[in-house]
Each structure stands twice: as C-alpha cells, then as structure tokens.
C-alpha cells in the first residue's frame, strides 16, 4: 500500500480501514478482469445531481469505490452532466471542472483530493504511475523517514531505513522532499520513474526562523541581541528540567542549582543582577509567559528555545520581562504518517568529592587539645575544662557516608507526532522519578503534552496545546541552618556532628544527645532528621492555551490567544516528636495546605507583513494583553499526636491540647493590561530597523501609578548582503552589526504594596484562667507612590560567519541600567518592625561582553563541531535611597554577611579581613587591639581604617557571589554511527561565604571539626598562619564573620560527556524500526575548583524566605548545602 | 502552520472584493469595539483589592479592634523569643551577677557584651532597640486611632491609659539601655523618620512621668476574670515610682512607693519561689507581669526556659551565675545560707528539676546555673514553650525602692520597716516551705533585722539585699549604673574594659545610625 491518507492519525485509521473493508466487497463483487480506466462506461440519467448522489451511482455501475475525506469535499455541491452513456474519465473531468477536485485512480479505487491553487485545473491526471526512488544525504547515505509528498495534493510516503520510497503519480507531478535538518526539495518528475534524491543538510543560520514578539521572524531579519539555543543538545542531555539544560549553553545566561535536591528549582539571571528584588526571567512556553517555573516540561518535548538578551528583543513582552526572556516552543505536528518515538533513560546518581572530616580518635585530640589551652592560668577548680578520658568507649561515624546514598534515576516518554496539510498532532507522555543522593529526598512526575493545530479554512485555523503533569516530592532539609523554616540542611548536621555518636543507640533507634554532650555536641542525629521528614508536596499543573488565527486580508493577519496556567499544589509535613526527652519537635505538628494559582492570560494581536517593490520589507504589530493572577491558600494545622505513624498523620488525630487543630486562608489577586505595537523594517535585507512601544498596567501599584509606558528601537546591518562584500570578501558568509536601545517595567513586588496592612497574630494572653487573645497592628507598611522600576539597556552586537558559515562569532556588549528600582527600604527602626514599604529607589548597572563562538566541520566522515560561549559582567549599585547601605545575608542573630551599597555589586561580601595567626605574644601586643584573651595563635584582623582597634569599621568589601566571567565549552564529535559529546561549564571570580566552616572549623562548640583543622591548626610559633589553635574560649574572636570563610567559588566542571551509537540501517530496518540510538552519559563527573564545600554551584539558601531582603541580596553563603549529583545514566531513544 | 501566502486572483469578480471589504469592515468595527471596551474596562481589571485583611484605612474603626491593637502593644514584653527579648543580656550578664555561660563560641555577640568589647554592630543592641521601638510604634497606633473609635467610653479610656503605660515601660527600657534615644509618640511616615536623640532627662519629664501620672489615674485598681494581666494603677505607680528613684527624685520616689505600699493591693508571697512558679500567677507580690502560656499558636510561652537550662534538659545553660553573685549570699554562723541562694542558682550537688542532681560540668563558664525561669520537663516538655510569666515589678521590688527612697531621703529608720520585711520574708521560706532542710524551724541568726541608723550601712544593706532578692530578674546593671561610678566599678573589677562613663549606656545600633542620619 503506498498511498496514506495522513489527515490525523485517527482519521487515517478510518480511511484505512474503509479502504480495506471496501477493497474485500469490490474484489468478491466483480470478479472479472480489472477494466481499464479509459473503457470504463457510466449511464447518466440526470441533468444535474449532488456530487454524492454522482459518486453513489458511479460505484454502483462499475467496480471503482471513491475514496475521500468529508472534510475536504463538498459533497452536496450540484454538478451538470450529461444523460447518456459516457466515458468514466469524461464524467470525472467534468466533475473536477465543477467542484475543483481532483482524481486519482488506486486499483479500485478513486482517491478523491481537492484541486488547489498551485496546480493546473485544466489537466486530468489519471494515468497514476509508480515512482520508485532513494533519498540520500550529501555523503550518500540514505535518508530514513524523509516525507515525500505530492504537491497540490495530501498523498505522502515517507521514506524507510533505507531511503527508498515509491509512490503514484502523475508524470508532470511534482514531489516535495522534507525532512528536519535537511533543505526542502521539490522535484517534476516527469516522466521518470526512478529517483535519487541528495538532500543538502539545512544550514540553521541562514534562514532560520524565530518566534520573537508574538511572530515568527526569520533570523537574518533581527537586529536584537537573540541566542537560540541548540535544542538537539538539549535533548540529548538527560536533565531534569529544560532550565538545567540550558545552563553553560548561551553566553550571558547564568543558571546555578538552589541544591542538588530532586525537584528544587534553579536560578536563572540573564546579564546580571538588575535589581534587589525579583530577577527571574520571564518564561514564554508556546504564547504562554509564566515565572512560576517550567518544570512540568519535558526537555525531550522541546523544539526551541530563544533567549531574548536585549531590551529591543524584550520589550514587547513588556512588564516581567525586564530580566530577559526564553521562549520556549515545544515540540508540533508534522505533515506526514504518525511517527512514534520512545525516549528513555536510568541510571545511578551518588555524590562528588566530600569535605574530609576528622576521625574519634583525632577529634578527641582536639578537644583536649583545646581544653589544655583553654585551662592555661585558670585556677578554680570549677572552671578547669575536663579532658575526655581515653576510657569512655566511643564510636567513629562517618556522617557524611551515612547520609549519602545512590539515587536511581530514570526518564520514559513516548510521543507521536504526525499531520495531514490541514491538521497537525504532538502527544507525549513523560514519567521521571529521581531519588536524591541523601536519604528520603526524591522527585517523581508525570506529564502529557498534546498539542493540535487545525486550519478550518483556507483563512482561519486554530490550534490547542494542553499541557497537564502532576509531581510529588519529598523536601528534606537542603540548605540553610532552619532559619527559613525547612529544619536546617541535612549535609549541615552531618557536617558538624561529632564521629563519636553511632547512627543507632544501643536500642536500635536513631541516637540523640550524647551521654556526654560537653564532649561530643548535640545538633541533630542527621540520618534520623533525613529519614523523619515527611514533608510532600504534590502538584498538579495544567499549562494550555487556545488560539484562534484569522487572516482579514492578505497580509493581514488577527490572533487572540487565551492561556491557562492552573498550578494546584498539596502540601503536607509533619514534624515527627522524637529524640532524648522527646525533645526533637515538640509537640508533633502536622500542616496540610493547598494552595492554588490561577493564571489567565488573553491576547490579541493584529499583525501585516508586506514586501514592497521587492525591497521594502515592512511588518506591523498591534495587540492588548491582559494577564490576572489569583492565588488561594488554605490549609490547616494539627498538634500533639499520640500515634505518629503515618496513617495517622491526618488534620483531628492531634491529641488532648485544647484547640490543637487550627485552620487559614488567604487569597490575593493581580492583573496586568498591556496596549503594544512593534513596527519592523528592512531594505533589501542590508538595512534592518525596528521599534516598539509598550503601556502597561499593574494592579501593584497605585491608582495614580498603574501606567508605564516603555519605549525601545534596534537597527541593523546585514553588510553581507551588499554587493562589494560579496565581491570583495567572499570568505565571509555573514557579517551583521547590531544596536539597539530601550526601556521595560518591572512589577515584580507583592500584591497591594500600595496600601498598610493589618496582620493579626501578635497575640499575648490574658486572665484568671489564661488564654490567648488575639492582638493585631500593621505587618506590612504600603506606599501609595509606589510605581514601575524600569531597566534600560543599550546593546551593540556584531554577527560574523565565515567559510560558508563554518565558523560562526556573535560579540555582545551591553549596559543595562535599572532605575527606580523597586526596594523595600529598611526604614528606622524607631518606626517599628513592621515590613518596610517598597520605595522607588535605587539604580544599577550591568555592563558586560558576550562571545559565542562556533566551528563546525561536515565535510568529512569525522564530522565536529565546538562552540564556546564566554561572559564578562560588572555589576554595580550606582544609587540607594539617601544613601542607606542594605544589609543582607543573615549569618548569625543580626549579623549579616552581605552590604548591598553604593559603588559595589549587589550582596557585596562585607566582612573582616583576615590577615594571618598571631605567632606571639609581641605580635598580639603590636597588632591592632583585637578584645582581652587575644593569645598566639588566635586570628589576626585587618586594621582597616588604622585606629589601633579592631571594630565595625575594620569590615571591608571582598568580592560578591556575582561571578565576574561565566563560560561554557561543548564539543560534539560523530565518526560513522558513533557520536560523542563534551560539555564543560564554569564561572569565575565569584565568592562563597561557607558558613558551615565557621561551624567547622570555628571550633566554638563541641562539633566535629575538618582533617584541614587536625592537620593545620596553629600548636606553637611558625606551624601554621591559616588555621588558628584549638580554643573554645580564643572562638569568638576566631570565628568572627571574616575572609577567614569567605572562598574562592570559581570553577570549571565537566557537566556531561555522552557517547552515542547509532545502529546501522540494516538492523534497524530488521526490526521494523526507523532509528535506533544509544547512548550512555556521565554528568559531573569532574570539577576544578579551590572551594572547599561539597559543590560550588550553590546561589542561596532557604534561609532566604524570611529575610527581608532575600535573593541576590544573600547569594553565595554556604550553610552545607545539598549537592548536586555525579551520575552514569544510559539511554535510549527509538522511532518508529 | 501552513504560512504560503494566499494570493487573491487578479481581476476577482466586483462583488467578491466588495464582500471581502465588508467583512474586513465588521472585523475592524469589532476590533475597535474590543478595543475600546478593553480601554474601559481594564481600569476595573487592573484594580485589585485587598481581601481577608484589613488595609490600614478600614482597620481601627470598632471596639473590637480598639482591643486587638492593644493586645498587640503588650506582645513585645514577652519572652517567646529569647533572641529578640535580651533583657536578660543587659540587665544580668552584663553586671557582675552573670556570665554569658553556653558554649564558649555560642552567641559571642553575648561574650561580647559581658566583656564589654562592644561594637555598635553587636545584635543584641539592635534587637533589643527594635523590639523596644516596636512596642512603641504600636502603642503609638493605639493612642492615634482609638480615640476617633466609638467605642465604650470607659474601655477607651482605660485603653489609652495601657497604651500609655506601655509606651512609659519600653522608653523607660529604652533609656536604661541607650541612655539618650528618639522620641516618637505618633505613627509617622517613613521619610518623617529622621529624628535626633531627646536626653534622658527630657523622655522622663516629658514622656514617662506625664504618661505614667495619667494612667495611675485612669487604669483599673485590678482586673478579673478574662483581663488579669492587664496592666493596672497600682503598675503605673509602681513603674512612676521607679522613674523617680532612676532620676533621684527622691522624694517624689518615697510618696509614689508610698502610695502602694499603704494601698494594702500588694502582699509578699509566703515563699519567695512562689514567684517564679506557674502555680502563683499573677497573685499578690505580682505589680506587673508579663505573660506566658504554653502550648499556644501562635506560640506564647516562655523560651528563657530552653535559653537558661543545662544541656542535658536540652538547654542552650546561658546566663551563668557568678561565684562572685553566689557569695554575696549571707551565712550564719553555722553556715546555714539565705535560702534564697538555692532558690536562684543551681549549684553542684545539690537537687535539680527533673530529679536529677546538678553537676557542675553543666556549666563549663562558672560552675552554676539559674533556677529562675525553669520548669521540670514534666510541666513544659518543650523547652522552648515555657509556662513561667515574667513578673517585672514585684511587691519586693517596690519595697526595695521604698526602702531606698527613704534612706537617700534622710528617714533611714522608716527605710529599714519595707527592707526588713523583705528579710523576713526571705528567712520564714523556712516555716513554710517543708523541702528545706530545718523546717519549720527558722536557723538561728538567719537574714537578722537591720537595725543600723547609719544611711551609708542601711544603704550598703539594701543595695546587697537588692542583689541576693532580685537575682536573675533582669535589674541587677541597671542597678550598678544608677548606684554611680565607684559602686559600678568597683562591682565590675574583674571586667577590665568596663568604662563607666563609656559603658553606663550602649551605643545606639549601627544599622538605625546607617538608616537615621539624624542622630548625632
């Protein structure tokens, strides 16, 4: 059978099966020899009949049955014929003439297609003729699953394993070959009846499209600062989320992990830190923006990604989109037969280099060590320190081991894809489940992602994406000491937890404090605070839109565009009563909430394109855009059960307190309303111009304030193009420069920051019998001046090819500056506590170089290509409101690692300097007066303003968590069917302030110290001038918040290497497949780096969600934060 | 998406354009009415109010919400957050009364300040001036709203007068602390922030003393039922009467104290510990206690609980009784000790909560810890959520002041009938309390009468019976700094960078000299 009726997959069942069915009643009717077409006779007995009526009749009389699609043809239409006995073929003609059909005769069978415009109506085409043919690529090789169609009509084939094809058609046919990744060909057959088709590889940029500014552009026409991102690597690379995939891949796109923990988000900045609140990008996925994250996508339903740099490319996405933009398209129907694929991977994950920490043996030397120190020149009896005795029997944990365990990973998606001209379907199903490296924390989710794009008429088409997943999650502690309310990181504990304390007790259950706290520390028995979280959150999310695209005219064209994002979470933790005394989280406390937010979001776009005179390129864009967002909370919260078990861990199983159960609620609403209009145009192709204006509304701020209006513009030069560097440069393929400048909003601040507010809680009992009353006064201060923070940005860029595109080079450079920046301003604290309003004041300056660079080479069998990108950024605070530095970063109570002020980068480290060990006593005496136990050994500060003291004043600036170049390296290299691919990534000269080595390291506390400590702690003049002596009572001074701490987070990581096979044609044709790959991948399988913690891709901590002033303003401060993971993961990918 | 281009057939038919102009015209009519609806309605679409919570400008409107910003004003006095409220820093571990104890490292912010190497950095100063403040911002709200409030006249009165109490008790906290510090009495705007420091002299004369006065007057003798706790005349007076002893008004310190001690509202509890049980709330040695309760959410119990016990209760053992505040206790000559001494300070050997025995190893810095605000695991097994309420002026106290007043007054014989009853409350804990060993039997020569007329011995006598009654409830620094120079100094010998005209105040903290620039 070769001709495929491919409209839908569904319907090309029913055509099928109809065909078939038909195929048996004819072949058992007419027995007889298959008449020719051309002596077939019908009888006609009517002037005029419905064409159905006609096609009725006709199968009646002879043994053809007519085959068509409903869809297409008007089967009530009247056609005039003529009574009498005549040739089939005539009355076929005379019908083709009336109804614009067209005909083709198959065995018995008569397809039926509507004539379009590109064909000649005139010619009958019913002398069908087998065309059998290969397609090969440049090198010869065939070419598996290319589409071959038949132009002006739906009939395709595609090709098999080995190229081949054969289809029936006319001999003036003309046959359309296409397939991704090759240029589409058209081919007259006439008269042949064997092809060899040699498709040229398509070379993406010299026409490639984009989708930019709710249209789709060719490439060579922008003049903004755009990356498009290579999507065959991402799919190639199994990560968890499409954010992660993106990381080192485009120059001045910053990702880093929150933590390694399954399912915690990532950070992405886009050139730089442009102000002390929200820096997130705006996500664009197919039309629909949304900043709650797209981790519901699956990377292998990925088609393209586009990141928008500059303010030019930005801007008609307006409001949000200050921080750049990635548009994201996931993956659409494809003319042809249905094309199954399966993807898949699993594989292990476990962790990378750990900190060495001392053993018993050696922690017990340092404690006594310690205590001998600190016992010099005390006298009473009751203050001497007791030494641990050598007889106390201890055990010698490892913690870190006993946290850490190997996670499985594994990834399934199954899609198909397919489409006739009319009608385009995707659907995929994806299931994922990652086990964290430490216990008890995993990642699981589902998705489906159907997509459908359906032209109703020649004028109108629609098209739906649904998106809909569901993920479950178990969040242990990743970060942080537990300030910001997730019981302090897991890896922290483990960290700091003295060897000498076994997991289990002699009962069998999880250890709690020591018999000897004095010597051995508390904190919490690590594996048993990983194994009793139970704290879930389950998410349900729906991402769909619908639009409708009408052409008014030619031209001209109408789209309105309604999404949907309906993210419903459930949470539930409970926090399980246990340890010595019960005295770990009592009384238990369970907390179930569901919240759900609701994004609407409708557009309009009124859009015309136009070339006149062959030169003047004009495009014209008009739209609204209205976007509301509401949220609900409500939840509940239960106390003090006596039975902990988790069937049990349900709202009314809390015990005996009176009014244990409490239950909230909370919603809040937000709305946007956006007038744009973008005007492009370009000159031959050489002059490239384009504006944009956008208003924007915000229900944020204040009645007076709801408006911005936010203009930008960008011209381009395609020098390429003009004739005398095609005559005189002909090495360069391309050469393009770019400007551009403009402006855009900012909303990204709570709701309602325009009013106070009244919070209630701040309760304090009263009465005989006590109880509580409820107490209420302003929580969060409004400021009804509040308005847009706007971001300027200049841009100038140049794009170069050479050698036929060979070698690609785009430099970028840019200032972007951010006014009014929207800071709630730490007001004095003589005005109470209550959260400070948001102010408009403040500016910062990005300025940075972008380089992407690009060799590739497909002339040999050894086909490679490399691609480097490189970024250099200076962030600075050029104002603050009267001048007042922001503290940030909070370390300890009111101590703040950060200082956000004027002249240096956003969360500039603000710290001590610390200048080396004192070695004597004269040292301390000659030093800058440090406080009154200073001894040799201890550590010695920088006087930094000369006073002889060392005080607040002695704090400096030593760096940021801003990295000051960010770079990323991928090789691909494919030799016959093997493929290989390596990845580095890396950044540099940014600071990490590891405040689990002040826990560590500080020695302030009975906690287990690094190997680092034993072997370079200061015992006497000379031995060490980094590591100060063991002392309990020297650790306050020691320990102080200073570069003592504060590390290098530079580093380079070899973030995935893959290998692939390929299997022949021959076997994949074997077993009736269309491709088979495999492939198996490491990832983080080595780091350079001098920083001491587990992993320096860290940003902050969840300590971060009860600072005020959380984000960049605290980036880079290590509380031993979850680790990303090491893994070996084979996979593999089959179509069918 | 199918994106060739459609060309319309060159010489269509008249009557085919004219229907594509027509259906171009309603498409564009109605663009232009979508439009122009849009314009119209988006103002209502982008207007989003505030819903299940109150904006400023619809809150203090009824009775009900006059009470709930009242109750706001008090929460700031509590202990849920020993971090926030470090009272127990200033007034203990800074004297000579208490070490900062816990782990050498733990909170050297806290080391800091008992060492006196002080930083206008250090944390403690800015949460204990933000909490202060925040007390005041909030009576301020009270006493700004409610009066427009139509309400019970009698309870807005009453309202304002706790309003104003408090407000006396944090500036009051606030000078012994920071010494001169801003005055604001009304809700401002954040650029209306900038405001100089008044003199101590100024906030008590033109604050303290005019707003306690008021409220003597208008606060309830007592309260019952759901309101005890509430803050009453006899507190108002009680904290007037402080004041006044603070800037040696002494006479107007011994009429004030008079004035509560001739009332017969307040009595000595029968055993001294009473007072720091969760048994004898708000009985009558209580003037003015702030309040705590367990097992709240919000959370309202006391956390000095968990601040102050061993580790083995699972306790951080802050705020450390010295040695030197052990000895101060006085013996007879048989060495029985003033019973007190074992009422205050966990000492080694002897019993501890939980039936446990106290090591000295409990508290590597000095040997000893603090009874006071400690309850056995068996009443608050969550450290953290203690039952104790705080009480912050207590008959004995205000005995103390009366006695002290007088002395400073010339009339040392009247100074020595309130000094003497404290002593002889303190000596019959032995009739009344079967757990000492002796009852009920008062040992021979203990806590003896002060007889002396000597005004320089009946001041050393009450300045130490201050000392060994109110141990570790927060005033022994205040105390040292207001009795001057040499008495401070000398109490603070071992802390060699004590300075007193540098250290009688802490410096204002440097993150509200970084915010308000008009401070000087």
């Not at chain 1, 055509?15 to 008449?35: G, H």
């Not at chain 1, 070959?177 to 398509?202: D, H, N, P, R, W």
């Not at chain 1, 494809?334 to 053993?359: E, V, W």
């Not at chain 2, 097992?295 to 601040?307: H, S, T, V």
Request: hydrophobic share 35%.
């Amino acid at each position: 059978m070769k001709i495929r009726y491919t409209r839908s997959f569904f319907l090309a069942r029913i055509v099928l099966s109809t065909f078939l069915f038909l195929c048996c009643i004819v072949s058992k009717a007419y027995d007889a020899k298959n008449p020719s077409f051309n002596d077939v006779y019908v009888i006609i007995n009517t002037n005029t009949a419905k064409l159905q009526q006609i096609f009725t009749m006709i199968e009646k009389q002879t043994p053809y049955s007519f085959v068509y699609d409903e869809n297409d043809i008007n089967l009530s239409k009247e056609i005039k014929l003529a009574k009498g006995k005549q040739l089939l073929k005539t009355v076929l003609q005379l019908i083709a003439k009336q109804a614009g059909l067209h005909f083709i005769e198959k065995q018995n069978m008569i397809l039926v297609n509507p004539e379009t415009d590109n064909i000649n109506k005139s010619v009958m085409k019913l002398n069908a003729a087998l065309i059998t043919g290969v397609v090969l690529n440049a090198e010869g090789t065939p070419i598996a699953g290319v589409n071959v169609s038949l132009k002006g009509s739906k009939a395709t084939v595609q090709t098999d394993a080995s190229g081949r094809f054969s289809i029936d058609v006319s001999d003036k046919a003309v046959l359309i070959f296409s397939i991704v990744g090759y240029k589409t060909q058209e081919v007259t057959v006439s008269g042949q009846t064997s092809l060899t088709i040699k498709l040229e590889a398509y070379n993406k940029d010299l026409d490639e499209v984009v989708v930019v500014g709710y249209q789709t552009r060719s490439r060579a026409d922008l003049s903004g600062a755009v990356s498009v991102v290579n999507v065959g690597g991402i799919s190639k690379l199994p990560v968890l989320s499409v954010d992660q995939a993106l990381q080192g891949k485009v120059a001045g796109v910053r990702i880093t992990q929150s933590t390694g923990q399954p399912g915690d988000g990532v950070v992405v900045r886009i050139r730089g830190v442009g102000t002390i609140n929200d820096n997130n990008p705006l996500f664009i996925v197919d039309g629909v923006p949304t900043k709650d994250g797209i981790n519901f996508l699956s990377q292998n339903d990925i088609e393209s990604i586009v990141v928008l740099k500059d303010a030019s490319s930005a801007a008609i996405y307006g409001s949000r989109a200050a921080n750049g933009v990635v548009l994201i398209t996931t993956k659409g129907g494809k003319r042809g037969k249905a094309q199954f694929n399966y993807s898949g991977y699993g594989g292990f994950q476990s962790h990378g280099t750990l900190p060495k920490m001392a053993n018993t043996a050696e922690y017990v030397e340092l404690y006594n060590e310690a205590a001998d120190n600190d016992n010099a020149g005390v006298t009473n009896p009751a203050l001497i320190r007791p030494k641990i005795p050598a007889t106390i029997n201890v055990a010698n944990t490892d913690w870190l081991k006993a946290i850490f365990q190997n996670g499985q990973i594994q990834s399934h998606q199954l899609s198909v894809r397919g489409g006739s001209d009319k009608t385009l379907y995707y659907i995929s199903g994806n299931y994922f489940k990652q086990d964290g490296i430490i216990l008890n924390s995993f990642y699981e989710r589902y998705s489906l992602l159907s997509k459908l794009n359906i032209d109703l008429t020649d004028k109108l088409s629609i098209a739906n994406n649904i998106n809909i997943s569901y993920s479950k999650k178990n969040t242990i502690g990743s970060s942080g000491d537990g300030y910001g309310g997730n019981g302090g990181s897991v890896v922290r504990y483990a960290l700091f937890r003295t060897p000498a304390i076994p997991v289990y007790d002699s009962a069998g259950v999880y250890s709690d404090l020591p018999a000897y706290p004095g010597f051995f520390g508390d904190g919490y028995n690590p594996v048993a605070l990983a194994n009793k979280t139970d704290n879930k959150e389950i998410q349900y999310r729906i991402f769909t839109n619908l639009y409708a695209e009408y052409k008014i005219i030619r031209n001209l064209k109408f789209k309105s565009d309604i999404g949907l994002d309906a993210i419903m979470n459930n949470d539930k933790r409970f926090d399980e009563n246990y340890g010595t005394n019960l005295r770990i989280n009592n009384p238990s406390r369970l907390t179930v909430s569901t919240s759900t937010n609701i994004n609407l979001i409708w557009n309009n776009t009124l859009s015309y394109n136009r070339v006149f005179n062959s030169v003047h390129n004009v495009s014209l864009l008009a739209g609204t855009e209205a976007i509301s967002n509401k949220n609900n909370l409500h939840g509940g919260t239960d106390r003090d059960f006596a039975n902990q078990t988790s069937a049990f861990r349900y709202i009314g199983n809390g015990n005996g307190l009176i009014g244990s159960t409490t239950s909230f609620e909370s919603q809040n609403e937000s709305a946007l309303f956006s007038l744009f209009g973008n005007a492009n145009y370009s000159y031959r192709n050489l002059y490239l111009f384009s504006a944009n204006v956008r208003r924007d509304g915000s229900s944020r701020f204040g009645p007076e304030n709801q408006y911005g209006t936010f203009f930008s513009g960008s011209v381009g030069w395609n020098a390429h193009n003009e004739t005398w560097v095609k005559d005189h440069l002909p090495v360069i393929s391309k050469l393009k420069i770019r400007g551009s400048y403009g402006q855009l909003g900012n909303q990204e601040i709570p709701d309602y920051g325009f009013v106070s507010i009244i919070g209630n809680l701040y309760n304090y009992p009263f009465g005989q019998t006590p109880s509580s009353n409820p107490g209420s006064t302003i929580a969060t201060l409004g400021n009804s001046k509040v308005k847009w923070e706007s971001s300027t940005q200049a841009d100038a860029g140049i794009d170069i090819g050479i050698w036929k595109d060979k070698l690609n080079l785009t430099v970028d450079y840019y200032v972007k500056t951010t006014s009014d920046m929207l800071i709630p301003i730490p007001l004095p604290l003589i005005g109470g506590s209550s959260k400070p309003p948001y102010l408009n004041a403040g500016k910062v300056e990005n300025k940075g170089l972008e380089v992407d660079l690009n060799y590739k080479n497909n002339d040999h069998l050894l086909k490679y290509d490399i691609g480097l990108n490189f970024s250099a950024l200076s962030n600075k605070v050029v104002s603050l409101s009267n001048g007042q530095p922001i503290p940030g970063g909070r370390i300890d109570n009111n101590y703040n690692a950060t200082l956000t002020t004027v002249g240096h980068p956003i969360g500039s480290f603000y710290l001590y300097e610390a200048e080396g060990i004192f070695q004597n006593t004269a040292e301390v005496f000659g030093h800058a007066y440090q406080g009154k136990n200073i001894q040799p050994g201890d550590v010695k500060f920088k006087d930094q303003n000369g006073d002889g003291v060392i005080d607040e004043n002695d704090r400096t600036f030593l760096g940021s968590a801003i990295p000051k170049y960010t770079y990323g390296a991928t090789g691909n290299l494919e030799y016959m069917n093997f493929d290989l691919s390596v990845f580095f990534q890396g950044q540099y000269g940014n600071k990490i302030y590891s405040q689990v080595n002040m826990d560590i390291e500080g020695f302030y506390r009975a906690f287990n110290v690094t190997q680092r400590v034993y072997d370079q702690r200061w015992h006497g003049e000379g031995t060490s001038n980094t590591m100060p002596r063991v002392t309990f009572k020297g650790a306050s001074n020691n320990k102080y918040p200073s570069s003592r701490f504060l590390e290098n987070g530079s580093y380079v990581r070899l973030k995935n290497v893959q290998l692939g096979y390929t299997f022949p044609v021959k076997v994949v044709s074997m077993l009736h497949l269309k491709s088979i790959r495999l492939y198996a991948t490491g990832q983080n399988l080595w780091t350079l780096t001098k920083f001491t913690g587990l992993d320096p891709e860290m940003h902050v901590s969840d300590n971060v969600k009860r600072d005020t002033y959380g984000g960049d303003v605290a980036a880079g401060i290590d509380w031993g934060t979850y680790p990303s993971a090491r893994s070996i993961i084979i996979g593999l990918n089959l179509n069918f | 998406m199918n994106s060739s281009p459609h060309l319309l057939e060159r010489g269509g038919s008249e009557v085919k354009l004219n229907q594509l102009r027509m259906k171009q015209n309603i498409i564009n009519t109605l663009l232009m009415l979508c439009l122009f609806l849009g314009m119209a309605a988006c103002k209502k679409y982008i207007t989003k109010d505030v819903v299940g919570q109150y904006p400023e400008n619809e809150f203090y409107k009824t009775q009900a919400q006059a009470l709930l910003a009242i109750n706001a004003a008090y929460q700031p006095l509590a202990f849920t957050t020993a971090n926030n409220n470090r009272l127990w820093v200033f007034g203990d571990v800074a004297s000579d009364d208490a070490a900062k104890g816990g782990n050498p490292g733990d909170q050297a912010d806290i080391e800091f300040i008992d060492q006196f190497n002080l930083n206008s950095t250090n944390g403690n100063l800015a949460s204990t001036w933000a909490l202060l403040y925040d007390g005041i911002t909030r009576c301020n709200l009270v006493l700004s709203k409610v009066p427009a409030i139509e309400m019970d006249k009698n309870l807005q009165t009453r309202i304002l007068a706790e309003a104003k109490f408090l407000r006396s008790w944090y500036y009051f906290e606030l000078t012994n602390i920071f010494g001169d510090v801003p005055i604001i009495l009304t809700p401002l705007k954040p650029e209306e922030l900038q405001i100089p420091q008044s003199t101590v002299q100024q906030i008590f004369e033109t604050v303290i003393e005019p707003d306690l006065a008021n409220a003597a007057t208008n606060l309830p003798v007592s309260y019952s039922g759901k309101d005890v706790g509430r803050v009453t005349s006899g507190a108002a007076n009680a904290l007037l009467a402080k004041a006044y002893l603070f800037e040696s008004k002494w006479d107007k310190a011994a009429s004030t104290a008079a004035q509560i001690v001739n009332s017969n509202t307040y009595d000595l509890m029968p055993v001294y510990t009473q007072n720091f049980s969760q048994k004898f709330k708000n009985k009558q040695e209580s003037v003015f206690e702030v309040q705590h309760l367990t097992g709240q959410d919000p959370k309202l119990g006391n956390e000095l609980n968990q601040y102050f016990a061993p580790q083995i209760d699972g306790g951080y053992f802050f705020n450390a009784p010295t040695q030197n505040f052990v000895d101060e206790f006085e013996k007879t000559s048989s060495d029985v000790i003033d019973p007190r001494l074992d009422y205050t300070v966990g000492r080694d050997t002897m019993p501890w909560f939980n039936n446990r025995i106290f090591d000295k190893a409990w508290s590597p810095s000095t040997g000893y810890l603090t009874r006071k605000h400690q309850q056995s695991l068996a009443e608050a097994p969550n450290k953290s959520d203690g039952n104790l309420d705080y009480v912050a002026i207590r008959f004995a106290d205000v005995l103390l002041w009366y006695a002290e007043a007088l002395n400073e007054s010339g009339k040392t014989a009247d100074a020595l009938i309130p000094l003497n009853r404290v002593r002889k409350r303190a000596r019959e804990s032995y009739l009344y309390d079967s757990t000492l060993s002796g009852y009920p039997n008062i040992p021979a020569g203990l806590l003896p009468d002060i007889t002396s007329p000597n005004q320089f011995d009946v001041r050393k006598e009450i300045q130490h019976e201050r000392r060994v009654e109110l141990g570790f409830e927060f005033h022994r620094y205040f105390d040292l700094i207001r009795w001057g120079k040499a008495y401070a100094t000398q109490a603070l010998f071992d802390k060699p960078n004590f300075n007193y005209d540098l250290n009688k105040h802490f410096p204002i903290p440097q993150i509200e000299r970084d915010r308000n620039k008009a401070l000087h």
